[in-house]
């Protein structure tokens, strides 16, 4: 799970990269060339509770891979902004899973914005439009091809061929008018059409306003502003003050829980902005206890106890017989399997049983 952060100059991108990672990178390069790259672990209580109970040799939490890019060079006549990027950063934000777009919201006179006025809006839409531009020349060089080209071969390739062509075609529409792929309701197989191009329009986002001390408490008021005026599907907008963040990564818990109280935080910044990422992405976590490891997987919401099993190792897909599942909860509160089993609370689930989050798996197999 990849997620990539994007933003204009002086938006604040490789500050939230740190707070996320608790990483030194260098910040205050107003959009310099350096990819900035680091794995992050998902806060989840419920390993914490069940390691008390399993006594295991090691935690593992799920992670998520954050890519910190630099800001794509304006498009002009000519050339779009984006696809100049070296190829190495354009292939990374290419394959990732979804966006992380930071947006500018704070005022800094020793660090002026680049426009010279502070407007998120502003800023949302003129990236939105580097990525729609690169989104264009996508279709138009494909559509430009499949006209030369598309009309060969057997007719089951024509055939694919024209389907493939439809779909581009209203992509090419909905971009030219300024929508995003991903306001674009497609059935999976037109999905499945389009998913070798990477669409950077068609990725989730997760705006993150990135606001100063002194807006920390209208905070919810800035957000719902922004999200009334910035509506698309698969997005969420949300804030948090990234210096603020990284100060209180840098204090002892204490001190941490001290300062939070004085700005009138009740959470963790970081925290939510990983459980944002999670919920972007659709991701549900099952989880696998025993004396070896305590650890959350990450599936996507409605995966089967098949898809479960593969994600630990395909041989538990090839060879699966059943999946003995009891949700966390119960097994919190009867404190083993033993007594998960004993009161009922441990079943017996097929391939086809839609995992729930937090639902304990063991899965049999055959070799």
Known sequence: MQIAIVGLAAAGKTTVFNTLTQGHAEVGGFGGLQL?????????????????????????????????????????????GA????????ARLRDSDALLHVVRAFENP?????????????????????????????????????????????????????REEAVLRRLHEALRAGSPIRDVPLEPDEEKAIRGFRFLTQKPVLALLNIGEQDLPRAAELVATVAARYEHEHTIVDALSARIEMELGELEPDEAAVFMEELGLHESGLDRV??????????????????????????????????????????????????EVVAYEDLVALGSMAEARRHGKL???GKAYRVKDGDVLEILFSR
């Open 347 to 349: 079943r017996s689930e």
């Open 83 to 90: 696809e100049e990027l070296p190829a190495e950063h354009l």
């Open 110 to 162: 020793s660090m002026p914005h680049p426009e010279g006025t502070v407007d998120p809006l502003r800023d949302l839409e003129r990236l939105d439009l580097e990525f729609t531009m690169a989104d264009l020349a996508v279709t138009e060089r494909r559509l430009e091809r499949l006209r030369a080209t598309g009309r060969h071969g057997t007719p089951a390739e024509r055939e694919a061929n024209e």
């Open 36 to 80: 900035n790259v680091g794995v992050v672990k998902v806060p989840d209580p419920r390993l914490d509770r069940l390691a008390e109970i399993f006594h295991p040799k090691k935690i593992v939490p799920a992670d998520v891979t954050y890519v910190d890019l630099p800001a794509p060079p304006a498009s002009s006549e000519g050339r779009i």
């Open 274 to 323: 990983i459980a944002l990422s999670y919920q972007l992405l659709g991701l549900i976590s099952f989880l696998t206890a025993g004396p070896d490891e305590v650890r959350a997987w990450p599936i996507p919401r409605g995966a089967t106890a098949v898809d479960a099993a593969a994600a630990i190792h395909s041989d538990l897909a090839r060879g699966f017989i059943r999946a």
